[in-house]
């Protein structure tokens, strides 16, 4: 799998099994052929997986010994993520957010200079490719 296809609702998946098999700030750890199986994984996307979740304050301080077992403190941010709806909901609200920012600024358009639309544009396009990577 290639990290592009690690998505808002495998990050759900992840989390959920985690709060169902982990105690929050004490260590933890999970077989990674657990994790595999119930994510429908490899090895290399678990690691990506859990990149993305430390960048999160899901998780801090994981390991992986021998490709065999992880290791890690699972976050309150992990409960917190949860109970919000999750990276799922996450990224549906800034994609909402997105959509007004570009409405806002359709109508703000003929109070504009065309060198402001085309600065306001050229951020609002370097925002959606930036959203893009993460959907």
């Known amino acids: 799998m290639n990290i592009k296809n690690i998505t808002p609702d495998l990050l759900d998946n992840c989390l959920s099994f985690l709060l169902d098999n982990c105690s929050l700030h004490s260590g933890s750890q999970l077989s990674a052929e657990s994790l595999e199986k119930e ?5 290399e996307d678990l690691i990506n997986i859990f990149s993305i979740l430390e960048h999160h304050n899901i998780i801090r ?12 403190f699972l976050q309150a941010d992990a409960h917190d993520l949860y109970n919000k709806g999750g990276f799922k909901a996450k990224y549906e609200v800034i994609e909402k957010q997105m959509i007004l920012l570009q409405s806002e600024l359709d109508k703000l358009k003929p ?25």
Do not use: C, G, M, P
Request: charged share 20%; glycine share 0%.
């Open 39 to 43: 994510l429908e994984v490899n090895n």
């Open 111 to 135: 109070t504009l200079s065309l060198d402001s639309i085309n600065n306001i544009t050229s951020i609002i396009a370097t925002v959606y490719q930036f959203y893009d990577r993460f959907k």
């Open 61 to 72: 301080n994981w390991e992986i010994k021998h490709k065999k077992i992880f290791i890690f």
